[in-house]
């Protein structure tokens, strides 16, 4: 019996996410009283192989087949699928990144079970868990028990455990396992990044984040003004970039840019996880949103409760007053 | 596509603690599946020939999303009609989807990425699975110029990254929101909708041994003590905000 934990990673470098797996591994395998085995696919005998092998787990698989370099989910799912018939592991535990959402599920059903993804916590009853995934757009919370038998599937959401934590151990040992991959039925292209970002958000002290409670482009001059009056740099969340009020280099969130400015006001923000993750770690986080369940409430240190064109040009005002 | 809970909504747990009571919750199309319709309507458009067919699974009220789509161009409508199919599981849907539609061989499936309530982002990725066709997930960008026995889309991977991957079709795809601008429907379109064929199904779900259960629904416990000012006045927070920022936070 064990946990297997899937290593990602682009060209032998790791996807520092899989860490988190490896702590949430750690900890699960603690509790039921089983071991961590991480598994890299590679198509080749994976450098990473001897980063893993620091930490405190029993074994590292190297996955092996030529058509493991570069990623796609039919390559994937059979080489999972071979990794688990041969491993007959309890759990397999992974990191909820966009690459294991587009595989995972996929795998899971070829072998008859599911994926409870996204989780981001867990508690163990006995010999299994119940896990607690985000509903409703971060709205409310579920607790969920698995069903069936193993293997089970579980995701975690960024930032449910931390990478740092991941303990380190003597040194695991090493194996290879070649892999049969049949037809891939996609061709994938280099990954590529788009024009690089004009503004760099990372170094800003105060950032003035808008989302959809802006309701149109022109009132997006309400938030620059107060962004102005503040010294702040303008940023949003994804709809407000995707509709073109701002260009997409001011995006916050998983397919943005990731920030940690003093001050972070998020105004008719809603929160939900790939904009938070995003910026959680900003020092002070202000939210203005009308909807008192909204989710960014839960991370902001100050909440406003209410209309944000009520509230900016009142706050646009002191500040004026302030600076005198 | 599917049928879900406002996103304004409301949201009241229900009384055995295992879901919202949806009785009186406003329901709308799940936006992403709003994108994956106008992505199919756009490709058999472009390719001149063909038909969409919406396929929903949900209680007969979820009819207004078949209606909506059908005002928007769809050609015709596949309706499972599941009356508690919210206790149904990711694979559980995607199974009784994939029985439903598989006589039909879609050259393309599209989905949304994610629905906004369950939140599985899973059916369309096990939907392929069951009926033996590739899929690819959270895609941006349709190339539907090179739209042949294959088809080019571009994928979002994180943090700024995208990829481009050619599909043999048949193939699915889920379908990010925002990846273009999504039609209205015009009066025509809704007078058209009114005489598009509609095919109700009414399966019996298979039980699925490995089906993960909901055992309690709850408010997400609070992570971080909050300060709320203003106490519902939005211009008295702002006055307190300030004044926060000026002796607490030290930014002004
Ligand atoms: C794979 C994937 C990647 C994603 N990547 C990102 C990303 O990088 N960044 C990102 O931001 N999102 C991302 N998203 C989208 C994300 O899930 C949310 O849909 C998005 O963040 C919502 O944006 P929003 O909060 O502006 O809008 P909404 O969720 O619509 O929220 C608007 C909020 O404004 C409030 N409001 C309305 N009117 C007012 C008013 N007058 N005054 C005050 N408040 C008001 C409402 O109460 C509501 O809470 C991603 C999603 C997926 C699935
Ligand atoms: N009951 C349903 N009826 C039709 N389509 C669905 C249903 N459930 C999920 N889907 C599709 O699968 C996508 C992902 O849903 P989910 O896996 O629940 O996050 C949705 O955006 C829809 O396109």
């Not at chain 2, 055992?215 to 203003?230: A, F, H, R, S």
């Amino acid at each position: 019996m064990s946990i297997l934990v899937f290593i990602e990673h682009k060209d032998c470098t790791l996807n520092k996410t899989s860490l988190e797996a490896i702590t949430a591994a750690q900890s699960i395998g603690k509790d039921l009283g089983v071991g961590v085995t991480a598994v890299i696919p590679c198509d080749k005998d994976c450098g990473l192989a001897q980063e893993i092998d620091r930490y405190a787990i029993h074994k590292v698989i190297v996955v092996k087949n030529e058509k493991l370099g570069i990623y796609t989910p039919d390559a994937y799912a059979d080489a999972w699928e071979q990794v688990i018939k041969a491993t007959n592991p309890q759990y397999v535990v992974m990191s909820h990144t966009y690459q294991v959402r587009d595989f995972a599920p996929k795998v899971a059903a070829r072998l008859g079970r599911e994926v409870v993804g996204d989780c981001i916590r867990y508690r163990s009853e006995g010999d299994k868990l119940v896990l607690t995934r985000r509903i409703f757009l971060g709205k409310l919370d579920a607790d969920v028990s698995l069903g069936g038998e193993a293997p089970y599937f579980v995701t975690f959401q960024s930032g449910a455990f931390r990478g740092d934590a991941a303990e380190k151990g003597s040194g695991a040992s090493v194996e290879t396992m070649t892999v049969d991959v049949g037809d891939v039925r996609m061709t994938p292209e280099a990954p590529f990044q788009e024009a690089k970002a004009s503004v760099d958000l990372t170094k800003s002290e105060i950032i003035v984040a808008i989302g959809r409670g802006i309701k149109s482009q022109e009132n997006i001059t309400i938030a620059q003004q107060l962004a102005d009056v503040l010294g702040a740099d303008l940023a949003a969340s994804r709809p407000i970039c995707d509709a073109d009020w701002l260009p997409i280099d001011r995006q916050i969130g998983s397919s943005g840019q990731t920030v940690a400015p003093k001050v972070y006001i998020a105004l008719g923000i809603s929160g939900a996880i790939q904009h938070i993750v995003g910026m959680k770690n900003a020092g002070t986080i202000i939210a203005v949103n009308k909807d008192a369940e909204a989710p960014i409430f839960d991370i902001a240190d100050y909440g406003i409760v209410g209309d944000l064109f009520e509230a900016v040009p009142v706050m646009i005002e002191e500040i004026k007053k302030v600076k005198g | 596509m599917k049928q879900v809970a406002n996103k304004d909504a409301v949201l009241r747990i229900s009384s055995d603690e295992k879901w919202i009571n949806e009785t009186d919750v406003a329901q709308q199309t799940n936006e992403s599946d709003g994108y994956a319709l106008e992505e199919a309507l756009r490709t058999v458009e472009a390719k001149g020939e063909g038909e969409v067919v919406v396929c929903t699974l949900g209680p007969q009220g979820a009819k207004s999303v078949i209606k909506d789509a059908l005002a928007r161009g769809a050609h015709r409508a596949i309706q499972i009609i599941v009356e508690d199919s919210k206790t149904l599981s990711a694979y559980q849907v995607a199974k009784t989807i994939a029985d439903a539609i598989r006589e039909e061989n879609a050259d393309l499936i599209f989905g949304g990425l994610q629905s906004d309530d369950a939140s599985y982002g899973q059916t369309g990725v096990i939907l392929a699975e069951l009926l033996g066709i590739p899929h690819a997930t959270i895609v941006i960008e349709v190339d539907r110029e090179s739209l042949g026995e294959t088809l080019r889309v571009k994928r979002e991977l994180e943090s700024g990254w995208y990829q481009w991957f050619t599909y043999k079709l048949p193939a699915l795809m889920t379908i990010q929101s925002g990846i273009s601008q999504i039609r209205y429907a015009s009066l025509k379109g809704i007078m058209a909708a009114k005489s598009k064929p509609v095919t109700e199904v009414t399966p019996s779900v298979e039980a699925f041994a490995s089906a993960p259960t909901i055992e309690k629904v709850y408010m997400p416990l609070k992570t971080k003590q909050t300060q709320m000012l203003g106490n519902g006045d939005a211009k008295a927070g702002a006055v307190e905000l300030i004044e926060k920022l000026r002796s607490e936070v030290r930014v002004i």
